[in-house]
C-alpha cells in the first residue's frame, strides 16, 4: 500500500474526526506561517495572542509574552527539558511583574474553561534544528503549544504500530527540540489506536486505548482527542518520577484516569466518607493513589487538606514512596513511631502523611475531627480490618477513607 493510501485511509478522517470533535484545521503552509519558520516548535502568533489572553495584568504586552515564549522554546532538548514544559503547562512557571513587584504564576493554557483555549490540528508538520528534518503525520496544538504528536500507518502494515514507534522515537533522536514540548504520543494503522508519553519509548509504556473505548475508528480518535480529555492529560494525567536521580515519565491508563475522578468526586460529597477502588494486581494502583493524593492537595475546593497514605511495610521500602518529593510533592512527613504520627495529627499536618496501618494501635479517640482529612489505604483487605481500623476510624472520626486493593 503507498503512502498516498496511508493518508487517504488513515490520516485524513483522523483529521476530519478531530475537526468533528473541535478541533481547528490549518493546512500545512498556515501553520508554516503562523508559526514564522521550520525552526519554530509553536503556532507563536496564536501563542501571544493567548497567553495575553489568558494572564490579564501579568502578561501584558506582546515584549512579555515573547519572553515566555523563548523560555518555553528554549527548554532542554531532553526529558528534563519536557519537564519544564508540562510545569509551564501546569501553570507552575511564573514571570516578574513590575507593577506588583514580584514573580506571579502564568498560564497557558485554561483547564477549568475550556472555550478560552484555542485548539489546532494540522498535518505534515515539517521542523528542522539545522541539522536534522523531521515530519510528524499530524500534530495537535492548544493555544499554539504542540502537545500530542500522531504517527499514522496503513491497516495493511502488519507491522504498522512497531513502525510508527521506530518513527517517534526517531523523531525524539533527530528533533528533540520540538519533542521536548510534546507530552503524548499516539499510534494508530485505523484498527488499533495506541498511545504513551513522549520521553518513555519502550513498547511497555505503550498503552491500547481501545481496551476502554471498544468502536471504530471514529469512536477511538474522538475519545480520545476530545478537547476536555486533552486538557485532562496534559494537567491531570501525566507524572514524572524520579529514581535515583533518573527522570521517568508515565501517563494513567484509562482505568487509573477513572479511577482517580470518581475518588475526587466522592471526596467533594459531604455525605459520603468512603470509598472503594479495585484495581487487578499489576494494573498500577501506586500510581492511581499517589496521583489522588497529589489532586486532592492542589485542589482550592480541599481547602489545604491532609492526605494520609496508609502502606504496608513492603510498599513503604518500595523507591516511589520512600521519595516521594520526587514524583512533585513538597514536603512528605513519613510518621517514625504511634508516638510521632499521633503528634502529626493532633497538631494538624497538612499536606502528605505516610504510615503503616500498626502505628494506629491504641491510638486516642477524636485525635483530629477536620473533615478535609483524607486517608488512601493501600491493600485496604488486609489492613483495616479489625482493631486496627477501628482505631483508624476513631482517631479521624470526620475523615474521608478511601481503600485501594487488587484482590477481588
Given amino acids: 500500500m503507498s503512502l498516498g493510501s496511508e493518508r487517504k485511509a488513515v490520516q485524513e478522517p483522523l ?9 481547528e484545521y490549518l493546512p500545512p503552509e498556515e501553520a508554516l506561517r503562523l508559526r514564522g519558520g521550520e525552526e519554530s516548535p509553536l503556532l507563536r502568533t496564536v501563542f501571544i495572542e493567548q497567553i495575553q489572553r489568558l494572564n490579564p495584568g501579568v502578561v501584558d504586552s506582546v515584549v512579555k509574552a515573547e519572553e515566555v515564549l523563548n523560555r518555553l522554546v528554549r527548554v532542554r ?5 519536557n519537564l519544564e514544559a ?4 501546569k501553570g507552575l512557571k511564573t514571570v516578574f511583574v513590575e507593577a506588583a513587584r514580584r514573580e506571579r504564576n502564568v498560564r497557558l493554557l485554561d483547564a477549568a474553561n475550556i472555550e478560552a483555549n484555542r485548539f489546532h490540528v494540522t498535518d505534515e508538520f515539517t521542523f528542522t534544528n539545522g541539522t536534522h528534518t523531521i515530519r510528524p503525520d499530524v500534530v495537535f496544538l492548544v493555544n499554539g503549544i504542540p502537545v500530542i504528536v500522531v504517527e499514522a500507518k496503513a491497516a495493511t502494515r502488519l507491522e504498522g504500530i512497531a513502525e510508527a514507534l521506530e518513527q517517534i522515537r526517531r523523531y ?6 520540538l519533542m521536548a514540548l510534546f507530552q503524548l504520543h499516539a499510534l494508530t494503522h485505523l484498527v488499533q489506536f495506541f498511545y504513551g508519553p513522549t520521553w518513555n519509548l ?4 505503550l498503552l491500547n486505548w481501545r481496551d476502554e473505548q471498544a468502536g471504530d ?3 477511538l480518535v474522538k475519545s480520545f482527542i476530545q478537547p476536555r480529555r486533552v486538557l485532562r492529560f ?4 501525566l507524572l514524572f518520577v524520579r529514581r535515583d536521580g533518573e527522570l521517568s515519565k508515565v501517563v494513567l491508563r484509562p482505568h487509573q484516569m477513572r479511577a482517580a475522578d470518581r475518588v475526587l468526586q466522592r471526596a467533594r460529597d459531604p455525605e459520603k466518607r468512603r470509598g472503594l477502588i479495585w484495581h487487578t494486581q499489576g494494573s498500577g494502583k501506586t500510581y492511581t493513589m499517589i496521583m489522588v493524593a497529589r489532586r486532592l492537595l492542589a485542589d482550592p475546593a480541599f481547602q489545604n487538606p491532609t492526605v494520609l497514605m496508609i502502606v504496608d511495610r513492603n ?4 523507591q516511589l514512596f520512600q521519595n516521594l518529593e520526587a514524583v512533585g510533592f513538597g514536603q512528605v512527613r513519613v510518621a517514625q513511631s504511634k508516638k510521632d504520627l499521633q503528634e502529626l495529627l493532633r497538631q494538624d499536618t497538612r499536606g502528605l502523611i505516610v504510615s503503616m496501618i500498626h502505628k494506629f494501635d491504641d491510638m486516642p479517640a477524636n485525635l483530629n475531627r477536620r473533615p478535609n482529612i483524607f486517608v488512601l489505604v493501600d491493600e485496604a483487605h488486609r489492613t483495616t480490618g479489625g482493631d486496627l481500623g477501628n482505631y483508624l476510624m476513631g482517631a479521624l472520626p470526620n475523615a474521608t477513607f478511601i481503600g485501594f486493593t487488587g484482590t477481588p
Fill in 15 to 23: 483529521i476530519r474526526y478531530a475537526k468533528e470533535a473541535g478541533w
Fill in 77 to 81: 532538548p531532553n526529558i528534563e527539558g
Fill in 86 to 89: 508540562w510545569e509551564y503547562l
Fill in 172 to 177: 525524539h533522536r533527530e528533533g528533540p527540540e
Fill in 202 to 205: 519502550s513498547r511497555k509504556a
Fill in 217 to 219: 475508528f471514529e469512536t
Fill in 234 to 237: 496534559l494537567t491531570a494525567f
Fill in 315 to 318: 510498599e513503604l521500602q518500595q
